[in-house]
């Protein structure tokens, strides 16, 4: 079976020559590649870049949350059952990982204009049990995390931004990922940047960064800075430091490798988003001439992810991806949809309870955003718009 041929791919191949060649001469210069010195220098450059104390590289987004849960979870004493508020319309993992690690999570509809959460079903959700909240900035787009924190006002209640699809999206001057106790990157082949596969945990907690670099490896002591190292081969005095295992953890490294592609993209970062930027401008233009059709998504700060189509009629939505498919357009619904849709989720809520994320799960999709789409192709995909809604003229109104 033949695959098929998009003129417009979700992602094309961000790992150029110059990528290659770095990794050629990397591999020629060192033994070792596995998480090394290369990682530590990464992750003090991301640091710099996202402007937080630190961060702690990992194979990918979905295991930066494992790893921030499971932390926060010995840290602040949570209990089975506990409560973690959390979108409908996200990434799977993020619901995946509370499950996991046998908390419970509370599903809370979103908004139609950042796609974060309806604010106003957030402030219901709340309860004595809810421990977190963990709001997405979904497809780039910015959450108000200065409503978010009005609303969980003193309470104790943690805050964890997924920035997986939104690396320097900002509010005012500020980069998100910078409001919450933790946040979490994806450098997933697809994204912003990337490491093929990835992800990143920022805080400006030290005590959680330290727990962060345990979870992060089996729990070993030897994964600590250096300057702790005596402290714990003192008061361990039986066991060989170099199996001293502090508390369980997992195995989510990633390797010399990787960080050394991530130093690379990092340089280049400003410049693809400047990039994506730019192009959804002009996505912009192109899809304002339908206003009776499409809706015009976008909100200040915004570091587009993709191109989203959010369609006012279900049934040219579904009639508009299928010619976009047909003339060599790839596309996905808005992340997973509703997730209370999915096999797994469908005993948590009734779908009827959540209209906004029901209305993108019906009427929405995406086509890729990256920093190879030319003027060239943007002119013909405004072609082929033209060309649907002139076909599709009782629908256009």
């Known amino acids: 079976m033949r695959t098929k041929r998009f003129f417009w791919k979700l992602q094309e191949n961000i790992i150029d020559d110059n990528n290659k060649k770095t990794l050629i001469k990397f591999i020629k210069s060192t033994d070792r590649f596995t998480q090394f010195t290369e990682v530590k220098k990464f992750e003090k450059d991301w640091s710099v870049w996202q402007g937080r104390k630190y961060s702690v590289f990992v194979n990918s987004g979905s295991s930066a949350l494992l790893v921030i849960i ?32 046998g908390l419970k999570p509370v599903f809370v509809d979103v908004n139609l204009e950042d796609f974060s959460f309806n604010y106003d079903d957030l402030a219901s959700k709340i309860t004595d049990k809810t421990r977190a909240v963990i709001p997405t900035h979904l497809i780039g787009f910015p959450a108000d995390m200065n409503k978010i924190k009005q609303i969980v006002g003193k309470k104790n209640i943690k805050i964890i931004e997924d920035c997986c699809e939104s690396h320097g999206a900002k509010i005012d001057k500020t980069k998100v990922g910078n409001f919450g106790l933790a946040s979490l ?61 502090l508390t369980d953890g997992f195995n989510v490294r990633n390797t010399e490798l990787s960080a050394v592609l991530g130093a690379w993209q990092l340089k280049k970062l400003d410049n693809y988003i400047a990039k994506r930027n730019h192009i959804y401008d002009k996505f912009l233009k192109i899809i304002s001439h339908y206003p009776k059709a499409l809706y015009r998504p976008y909100k200040k700060g915004v570091s587009p992810f993709c191109l989203p189509l959010i369609m006012k009629n279900t049934n040219l939505k579904n009639k508009l991806q299928k010619f976009l ?50 003027n060239k192709r943007l002119k013909h995909f405004g072609r082929l718009l033209e060309k649907f809604f002139d076909l599709n003229k009782n629908n256009k109104t």
């Open 70 to 101: 499971a932390a926060f979870i010995e840290y602040f004493s949570w209990k089975k059952g506990d409560e973690i508020i959390v979108p409908t319309v996200t990434w799977i993992t993020d619901i995946s990982v509370i499950l996991q690690l």
């Open 185 to 245: 990157f994806s450098f997933y082949w697809g994204h912003h940047m990337t490491t093929i596969e990835g992800g990143m945990i920022c805080t400006d907690n030290q005590d959680l960064y330290h727990l962060f670099l345990l979870k992060r490896s089996h729990g070993l002591a030897r994964e600590l800075p250096k300057k702790l190292h005596n402290i714990y081969k003192k008061k361990y005095k039986d066991i060989d430091f170099n199996f001293l295992f």
């Open 325 to 374: 498919y047909k003339n060599g357009v790839e596309t996905r619904p808005i992340i997973s949809g509703n997730l209370l849709r999915q096999p797994f989720l469908k005993s948590y809520s009734k779908n009827t309870d959540f209209p906004n994320a029901e209305f993108l799960h019906k009427n929405a999709f995406y086509m890729g955003n990256n920093q190879f789409i030319d």
